[in-house]
């Protein structure tokens, strides 16, 4: 007779925090936050005496650049939130 060895596959539970499609998500969230910031930043007049108001209130400033940072943080919640598939 002979024995054979079944081999059994464990599962082990993994020891990190996130999967791989986390870091990912996070990091495109990471990037909007910075392009958001990026266009939000700016304005400055090179004659401190002068206000020009088209640059600081342009719809890229007080429009486009709070949505791009809120969707930042709304891809950086859904990421950490997001189950892991392992």
């Known amino acids: 007779m002979s024995t054979e060895k079944k081999q ?11 999967g791989k499609d986390n870091y990912i998500w996070m990091l ?10 990026f266009l939000m930043a700016g304005g400055k007049s090179s004659d ?5 108001a088209e640059e600081v209130y342009s719809s890229t400033r007080i429009t486009i650049a709070p949505m791009l940072i809120i969707a930042g943080f709304i891809i950086e919640i859904f990421a950490i939130m997001k189950k892991s598939k392992s």
Request: hydrophobic fraction near 55%; charge should be positive; avoid cysteine.
């Open 28 to 37: 495109v969230g990471l990037g909007v936050l910075a392009l958001g910031f």
């Open 48 to 52: 401190p005496k002068v206000f020009n």
């Open 8 to 18: 059994i596959n464990l599962i082990k539970p993994s020891n990190q925090l996130f």
